[in-house]
């Protein structure tokens, strides 16, 4: 099949492809004419790459899935390089997630700081991320919706 075709049913453009051919993750049939032949093989290494990538996985970083495949697995995560290569990820949105809740910290902390040195707490418009932030306007003994709590009995009550 031609690179329109592979790039139809793998859903990925050509141009992707031709990069993939270029780190030397697939590897086309060339006619004397110069026209690349794929086969259906092809067609489950783009796909598998193309979905190693959506889960994070850098495309140059692939080579040990299909090398995986290439030794007659059945699976592309049948190998010990391929879980390692997973674990690598892993580790690495383990520490984007870790450096981004630092930075939210870090902008909570001021914002709290800001609004308190500034006095402005209750005209700000509240997100639900800082909502811990914000005073209280419920008086104890009362729930959010304002119903008595056994702390504060209603006046009926003896």
Known sequence: MRIGELARLAQLSPKAIRRY?????????????????YDDHTVRLVREIRSL???????E???PFLDCLATGSEHVDDCPASLAEYQ??????TAEIDALTARRDALTDRLRDATHRHSITRMLPWPTAVSALQPSSRSE??????ERTPDNPTEHEE
């Open 88 to 93: 690598r990820t892993i580790d690495a949105l």
């Open 53 to 59: 990538n959506r889960l994070g996985i850098p495309v």
């Open 61 to 63: 970083e692939t080579r």
């Open 21 to 37: 051919e270029a780190l030397g993750l697939v590897a086309p049939e060339r006619h004397p004419n110069g026209f690349r032949e």
């Open 141 to 146: 003994g009362t729930t959010q919706q304002g």
